[in-house]
């Protein structure tokens, strides 16, 4: 099986390098490329390494920290339609409200994180309330 998908994935790679080199779009490709690293390297990794420290001391830090992930990976998600032009020529294209729905997919994630934080906290609170050996 493996090998099998090692040959899959060879003749996919070569299919590709034939159609990046044949179809005149190499400088494309690696411009994209090059704007990916750069974004990552010099954007998205500080960014995350920089709440990384933040919420070192955070007392609820894995919730937040999830919530975090969620959001982000939404945004991302979100980016191609949040950063559309402006006017559209074709209104059935991209007809929905979308930055109010993002937003409002935020702010579910951020209620689902207090809420989860809340639970955590009633269940530490009776827990430690508990006289030993009453369980």
């Given at each position: 099986?493996?090998?099998?998908?090692?040959?899959?994935?060879?003749?996919?790679?070569?299919?590709?390098?034939v159609l990046l080199?044949?179809?005149?779009?190499?400088?494309?490709?690696?411009?994209?490329?090059?704007?990916?690293?750069?974004?990552?390297?010099?954007?998205?990794?500080?960014?995350?390494?920089?709440?990384?420290?933040?919420?070192?001391?955070?007392?609820?830090?894995?919730?937040?920290?999830?919530?975090?992930?969620?959001?982000?990976?939404?945004?991302?998600?979100?980016?191609?339609?949040?950063?559309?032009?402006?006017?559209?020529?074709?209104?059935?294209?991209?007809?929905?409200?979308?930055?109010?729905?993002?937003?409002?997919?935020?702010?579910?994630?951020?209620?689902?994180?207090?809420?989860?934080?809340?639970?955590?906290?009633?269940?530490?609170?009776?827990?430690?309330?508990?006289?030993?050996?009453?369980?």
């Amino acid at each position: 099986m493996r090998t099998a998908l090692g040959v899959i994935g060879a003749g996919l790679l070569g299919y590709g390098l034939v159609l990046l080199f044949g179809g005149g779009q190499f400088a494309d490709v690696a411009i994209w490329l090059a704007g990916a690293v750069a974004l990552h390297d010099g954007i998205i990794a500080p960014l995350v390494l920089a709440a990384g420290l933040l919420l070192a001391g955070v007392r609820a830090s894995r919730t937040v920290r999830g919530a975090l992930i969620v959001a982000g990976s939404l945004t991302v998600v979100a980016l191609p339609v949040l950063l559309r032009p402006g006017a559209r020529n074709n209104s059935s294209v991209l007809p929905l409200d979308y930055p109010r729905n993002w937003l409002l997919s935020l702010a579910a994630v951020a209620l689902l994180a207090a809420l989860l934080h809340l639970a955590r906290w009633l269940r530490g609170r009776t827990s430690s309330r508990r006289p030993h050996g009453s369980e």
